[in-house]
């Protein structure tokens, strides 16, 4: 595969987590504030309302998510296109990543599974979900800028 393909095929991967983790954030915040008891979740104990307590987790954590994937992010993708832009033909799959950028996802992932162990609400899980994937959305974004914006130097 060549340098754009390569570009797309991270922005891709990115798209497809970050669209998991909105719709697997949305089902949190509905089973802890609708399904479970809704008395207990942080919705209600933080806005004494459990319809307002979901609006504003979810857009609190859009916010959230979009901040980090304009500014935390776009320096990770920009860092990968550039490596990537940087890598003479053929490109094998195991020159696209580095080893720190493996660790950083195999951490991310231990963290997510430690997530589902960890005492907290159903609610806020799924806010946090929400946040982590519209940052990888917005993260995408650049991915795919890039790879149609590349030029290959010949």
Request: glycine share 10%; proline share 4%.
């Amino acid at each position: 595969m060549k340098h754009k393909g390569w570009m797309i095929c991270s922005g891709l991967l990115w798209m497809a987590i970050g669209l998991w983790l909105l719709a697997k954030g949305i089902f949190l915040i509905a089973q802890g504030c609708f399904l479970a008891d809704p008395q207990n979740s942080f919705s209600f104990q933080a806005f004494g309302d459990v319809q307002k307590g979901a609006t504003s987790l979810v857009s609190l954590a859009l916010l959230l998510g979009f901040i980090k994937g304009r500014f935390v992010l776009s320096k990770t993708a920009r860092r990968v296109c550039l490596r990537i832009a940087a890598l003479p033909l053929p490109i094998l799959a195991k020159q696209v990543y580095s080893a720190p950028y493996l660790i950083l996802i195999s951490g991310m992932m231990l963290l997510g599974i430690a997530m589902k162990f960890l005492p907290i609400p159903l609610d806020l899980k799924g806010a946090l979900d929400i946040a982590i994937g519209s940052a990888l959305l917005n993260g995408s974004l650049l991915y795919f800028r890039a790879a149609f914006s590349f030029r290959a130097v010949s």
